[in-house]
């Protein structure tokens, strides 16, 4: 699970950076929906590259970069980037879940030290 390296890599103590994950999620899902139905290109060492300020979450996206070793895919779905790719979705759910449940814990705990 590689949720701890990115929570290391997104969490800079912002509360912002919840949309932020969200707005990247949106992205790679969108990416992983194009994968879902092209069957033009196989992708090989290929990149996902997150740009992002952590106190402007609207601004942030999320990108395929290095085509050097792009070839055709001879109308065959590329599994092996759409399992890297839905492998990153997951874990990027991951991430999002555990900062929602603590802020849920934090939430409550607050409200019941406040009675």
């Not at 996206?61 to 979705?89: K, Q, S």
């Not at 874990?91 to 449940?101: H, N, S, T, V």
Request: net charge negative; glycine share 6%; proline share 3%.
């Amino acid at each position: 699970m590689y949720v701890l390296a990115l929570a290391e890599y997104f969490q800079n103590g912002s509360p912002l950076v919840l949309p932020t994950l969200h707005s990247l999620l949106d992205r790679l899902r969108t990416i992983l929906a194009w994968f879902d139905l092209q069957r033009d290109y196989a992708f090989y060492s290929s990149s996902i590259l997150f740009v992002y300020d952590a106190t402007l979450p609207a601004k942030c996206d999320a990108r395929m970069i290095d085509f050097t070793h792009v070839f055709d895919a001879r109308a065959a779905p590329d599994e092996n980037y759409r399992f890297g790719l839905a492998n990153l979705v997951r874990e990027f759910e991951a991430l999002i879940a555990r900062i929602e449940g603590e802020k849920a814990t934090e939430m409550d705990g607050a409200a019941g030290g406040s009675e």
